[in-house]
Each structure stands twice: as C-alpha cells, then as structure tokens.
C-alpha cells in the first residue's frame, strides 16, 4: 500500500511530537516529508535522525545555524526563515498537521489549503483570525480540514452531516483549567508556573495559558462557528472537569451524541491521520468502570471573562476575532514573561478590542495588518499596566 506522506508544522511542540509518536506505531502506512520548528534544534537533530525528512525549516536563525553545525544527516534540506515555512511544501505531500501556536501558522495553513491537502488542524488560532477567508480557501481548492483540537474531534466524530438540520447545539466542554472554582481575588497574584499546570492535559505554554483564562474555549468557540457552520446561538460551553467526554452534538429527538475517551491528544491526531479509516493509538482506553464521577456545570463568566469577549468579538465580526486573538498573544506572551499579572490578560485583550476600528477582512494581507496593528496596540497597554 502506498504510505501516506506527512508533514509537520510545529515538530517539536506538544502536539507535533505526540503526532510523531502516533506515527511511530504506523511505520508502514505513513512517511514523513518535512519537519519545521521554530527554535528547538536540538531536538529537530534527534527528529531528523530517526525519521529521516526530506526536509526541514527553522524560523529562528541562531537555531538554524546550530542546526546546521550539528546536523549529522547529510541528505536532509535545511531551510530557515518564516518566509520559508511554507516552501516546506514544495515537497509533495500528503497530510499537513498544523501544530504552530498562534497566528505564526496562518500561512502554512493558507498554502496547505490551496494545494488542495488534508489538513490536521491543532492551530486554532488560524481559524480564529482567518476564519471566513480559509473557508472559502479551502473550498475553492478541495482541501479538508481535519480538526485536532480534542473538543472538535469529537464533534466531527458524532456530527450528521446528513441530519444537520436536525441538530439544536453542539457543546463544547471544558476542563475548567487550574483555577477552577476560584474567584478573582484568589488570582491576584498567579504566577505563570501556577498558571501552566494544567490538571487533565500537558500541552504548551500558551494554550496552557489559554486553558487558565478559558480564552482557549473562546477560541474553540469561534472555531467551532467556522468548523461546523454553526450559529453563536447553537454553541453551549460545559465545564466538565474530569476531561472524558471531549464534547457532544444534542440532537433534537433528544438524543446526545458524544466521544469519550482518556484526555491523550494521540486520539484525535490518530483520527486524523488515520481518516477515513480508524487507526490504533498509542493510549490507554477509558475504563469506564473506573469512571465514578462525570460531572458538568456553567462557566464562570465573572471570574473568567475571556470566554465572553471572544464570544462577542464573534458577534461583532469582521476583524474583532483577528484584534481578539493578536491581542491574546501578546497579553500572554507578557504574563509568561512576569510582565502582567494573570489578571491583566482578560483586560489587555478587551482594551485592545475596544480601541480598534472594527473593520471587513477581504483578503489574508488584511488579516496580517491587523494582527500587526493589534499586537501594537496591545503591547501600547501592556507598557501603561506595568
Ligand atoms: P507548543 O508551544 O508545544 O509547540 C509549538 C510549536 O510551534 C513548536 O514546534 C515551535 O517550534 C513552533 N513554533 C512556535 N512559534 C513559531 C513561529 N513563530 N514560527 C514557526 N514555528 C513556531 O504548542 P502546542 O501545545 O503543541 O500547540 C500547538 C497548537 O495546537 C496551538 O495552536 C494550540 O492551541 C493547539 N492545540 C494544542 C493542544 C495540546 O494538547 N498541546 C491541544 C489542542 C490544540
Ligand atoms: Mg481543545
């Protein structure tokens, strides 16, 4: 059988290397075609070592040139730069899992869709800044998006195409992060080491972030709108804390369709991979038996405002998520660096939202001036709250 060619966005991420762990257990069904990182060259060695790319791109340059000082593998290419990521995929592939944080992977998501390829989509953000104009991208070209995101994933599993009309809400669920149950005064003084630990998920510093503040389910929110073709009225938030039933479709003969599964990203990723088909994944499976306790309840939208903001930057359209998520980016990138406090994200993003001139997106060129422009504006706040 011809083996199905991947490439990774984001290598060494969380989610670029549970993807390379799900392919470890699929040796004769998948290749790997490129690797790209941003910084980390020494684990790109290792990567480059034991899958043997055709190809590999470094966005930072100090790692590019370390990489290549210390690169034992004399037939891999070795590009560097931003502007070189997307050249990645000038070598025929197949599948591209998207696993860059932030919006630094719109354009390879761009690129991937025009070519027409499956997309294995973890970064979220591009939907969230590009949302109307990929879609169309994608449609134009024939590509198909596969989604990551665990919550997504499960929705894709137990949505019906076919009786879409029939369905009332899709559910998003949500851990509810490290700080659930708490109240504002309790998080005065978090630092990003608090911040970062996430009960149920090991994942990246950002969307760990994300998780603390719930604008990872805002963002979810917002992809689930572009994914699923959903109305905001159609979209309910759960926090269900236990981290096992990864999201739901509630149909209206009163039937509740969900996936369950143990809170490994190596699920989802092997869905995507595998699809059409099922393919193994290298984790446990849920012992429901072991399982005494599901339980759900609303999000505190007083202590944690960030899932609203993003809910209404939808509502209001047009550039406000792409304002929404730059600013986030920044505001987080500021806390990790213990220069605003936790508190201060949630506020930097809806000073941001509120200065901006909410405007139409057209094209990507205008989706990146206003991730500028955002980020600009954010880091203008960010100087005043310190
Ligand atoms: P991570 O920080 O662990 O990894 C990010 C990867 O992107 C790294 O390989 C890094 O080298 C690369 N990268 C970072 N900045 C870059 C830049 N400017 N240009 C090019 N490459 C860059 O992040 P992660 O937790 O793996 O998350 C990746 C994406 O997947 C995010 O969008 C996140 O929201 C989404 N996601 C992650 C999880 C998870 O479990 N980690 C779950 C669902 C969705
Ligand atoms: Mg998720």
Redesign the pocket.
């Known amino acids: 059988m011809k083996k199905k060619k991947v490439t990774i966005?984001?290598?060494?991420?969380?989610?670029?290397q549970?993807t390379l762990s799900v392919l470890d257990s699929h040796k004769n069904l998948f290749e790997i075609v490129g690797l790209?990182?941003?910084?980390?060259y020494k684990e790109l060695i290792k990567q480059v070592n034991k899958y043997k790319p055709k190809v590999v791109c470094i966005?930072d340059n100090d790692a590019y040139i370390k990489f290549k000082n210390e690169n034992n593998s004399p037939d891999v290419i070795i590009l560097c730069g931003?502007n070189c990521?997307v050249d990645v995929l000038e070598f025929q592939t197949d599948f591209v899992m998207a696993?860059?944080?932030?919006s630094?992977?719109l354009l390879p998501v761009i690129e991937a869709a025009k070519l027409g390829l499956d997309i294995g989509l973890?970064?979220?953000?591009s939907l969230v800044c590009a949302g109307n104009i990929l879609k169309l991208i994608i449609k134009k070209y024939n590509s198909k998006i596969l989604p990551?995101?665990?919550e997504h994933n499960a929705i894709f599993q137990v949505f019906e195409n076919s009786n879409k009309g029939e369905i009332n809400k899709i559910i998003l669920t949500a851990s509810g992060g490290p700080f659930l149950n708490k109240k504002e005064n309790d998080l005065i003084n978090i630092t990003p080491e608090q911040a970062i630990l996430h009960p149920n998920?090991?994942?990246?510093?950002?969307?760990?972030v994300?998780s603390a503040t719930l604008m990872?389910k805002g963002?979810e929110f917002i992809e689930a709108h572009y994914l699923f073709d959903m109305t905001i009225e159609k979209i309910d938030v759960l926090i269900h804390p236990q981290s096992i039933i990864h999201s739901c479709v509630s149909y209206s003969d009163g039937s509740i369709l969900a996936q369950m599964g143990t809170p490994d990203?190596r699920t989802p990723i092997a869905f995507a991979l595998g699809y059409p088909d099922r393919i193994s994944a290298p984790t446990e499976s849920l012992n429901l038996a072991q399982i005494n306790n599901l339980s759900f309840s609303k999000p505190d939208n007083v202590t944690f405002p960030a899932l609203n903001l993003a809910i209404n930057s939808l509502k209001t359209g047009g550039s406000a998520p792409t304002v929404l998520n730059a600013a986030n980016e920044i505001a987080v990138g500021s806390f990790l660096d213990k220069k605003i406090s936790f508190l201060s994200i949630s506020k930097i993003v809806d000073l941001t939202l509120n200065k901006s001139s909410i405007c139409e997106l057209n094209t990507i060129e205008d989706v990146m001036e206003i991730d500028k422009q955002a980020r600009i504006d954010a880091n203008e706040f960010i100087q005043k709250e310190k």
């Open positions: 966005f984001g290598s060494t991420g969380s989610v670029g549970s790209t990182i941003n910084s980390n966005v931003e990521l696993a860059i944080v932030g630094a992977g973890a970064n979220k953000e990551i995101d665990s998920w090991e994942m990246g510093k950002k969307i760990s994300d990872n963002l990203m």
